[in-house]
């Protein structure tokens, strides 16, 4: 947990601030994805695991499975920040870059090959173990009033959502998504979980076509809100925050300021934002 | 302090990252011209205090001063980097942007407004606050044993090299400057001070045209070695380093890890590499 004098003045704020850009493999994810791992039976593990991904849950899984001497392949877009792709490699994963629908080539190269599929979100060990991240943080901070999550398919935000309301129901808890990437929002409009035809954004980590499930029911019931903001908020938040803090983070941890930039959120009392990776291509952020 | 596992493994090093990017201002400059302004008479203080700057020693003594109610006027190149003028403006200083030879124009500005002059290296007071960094390091890691420090003009470097040995000599300590702006080397290699006619880096925290009367003493006396990097290699160590540690550093930050890419530095032990500071141009770098 960070602060920052810079941002709280310009905010009108007291921030805390989650530098889940120091987890192990640059983002959050590798906490759900080395739960998960860690709950595999021995012939889930024999048989090797794959997961989908933009990159940041490509890479934790790589690297918890290696961990753990389990085979890995991830799936990957042809797109794909080039330091994901690496990193994933880098970890002893195969790395499988595809174009078009990830998830339906997700599911053949899983079923083909009798792989252990491992969804990146809509899973209830992986959101378990994201859940350990609002855990840590109402231990630290336990007069925390609000928590702001950077929002893609809902893994992150249903783990976080799950342990902080668990542990109290007053804390406000915020989700902010790219509005070239909505999904969560146009779920919880239509009351089911939607998908989107694309989703693109520049914060990549949160262009999810899908909520999950298991994530939708969790959302609907304990997050308090989820707000879209712009492309250009996003860009011009990742700026701010990495002059600001010297934190080089992606555009997706830039959520949470995108949306205060945007004034998308009433603040009452310390906040906590979740900065959720530092895996970025940084010729496309300046 | 920080540690890097990515880091440890690529360089075969046990590596402490001293992260000075994190400090008020955003560089270590703040130690030394706190102090500095600290230790002013009332009389000095009355008058306002001058300095020149690449920019980081700027928005220092700019900080310092405004926290002690003291005027602050800083001289800088034409040409320094944006976000520091910015910085150095946001805290209140008077900014002298200037071309050609800036200690001259740094010495006229004084003379002419009866100002009290802080050189921004060549002072024992700016020296033994950045001495503070030197103290910090031992106490948490008293078994390192090799401290890597980059240095411009030798005021950091002092420093820190005086407190390490006075507490054990055994630790060694070696500087880096690039060898387009190696004005400390050459020195060294002349044994008395010497002033290059220009000094450029992409470093531009290091492109110190002269090095410290004062510093050269201390750096004689105490510094085991200094060695050259190529631009290249700062480029590459910048990075490198951004992207496995998630920190914003400047090139000047970098200078440690361009020497270790090189070859240029056999590491023994617990290695301390100082980050000295996250104020740069990211699209000059990316």
């Given at each position: 947990?960070?602060?920052s004098s810079a941002l709280n003045t310009l905010f009108g704020a007291e921030l805390e601030l989650k530098a889940e850009l120091f987890q192990k493999t640059g983002s959050f994810k590798v906490r759900g994805l080395l739960y998960k791992t860690l709950r595999l039976t021995a012939e889930e593990r024999?048989?090797?695991v794959i997961t989908v991904s933009a990159g940041n849950a490509a890479g934790a899984l790589a690297w918890a499975a290696r961990d753990a001497g389990v085979p890995a392949t991830v799936v990957m877009a042809k797109t794909a920040v080039p330091a994901k792709v690496a990193a994933a490699r880098s970890y002893g994963a195969q790395v499988e870059l595809v174009e078009g629908d990830l998830i339906a080539?997700?599911?053949a190269i899983r079923d083909d090959r009798k792989l252990t599929g491992v969804h990146p979100f809509d899973d209830l060990d992986v959101i378990t173990g994201h859940g350990t991240l609002g855990l840590e943080l109402i231990e630290e901070r336990p007069d925390v009033g609000t928590v702001l999550v950077p929002v893609g398919g809902g893994g992150l935000i249903s783990g976080v959502a799950l342990a902080v309301k668990l542990l109290n129901p007053g804390i406000r808890v915020i989700g902010i998504e790219p509005e070239t990437a909505d999904v969560v929002s146009r779920s919880l409009e239509a009351g089911a979980p939607q998908k989107l035809p694309t989703a693109k954004s520049i914060a990549d980590g949160l262009a999810a076509p899908v909520c999950g499930t298991h994530n939708f029911g969790i959302i609907q019931q304990y997050v308090d809100q989820v707000v879209r903001v712009s492309e250009n908020a996003l860009l011009d938040a990742t700026r701010l925050v990495m002059s600001?803090?010297?934190l080089a983070l992606e555009p997706?941890?830039?959520?949470p300021f995108a949306a205060l930039l945007e004034?998308?959120?009433?603040l009452t009392g310390p906040t906590?934002?979740?900065?959720s990776g530092g895996n970025l291509d940084v010729a496309k952020v300046f």
């Open positions: 947990m960070l602060t024999d048989r090797g080539a997700y599911e600001r803090t010297k997706a941890a830039a959520a004034g998308k959120i009433q906590a934002a979740i900065i």
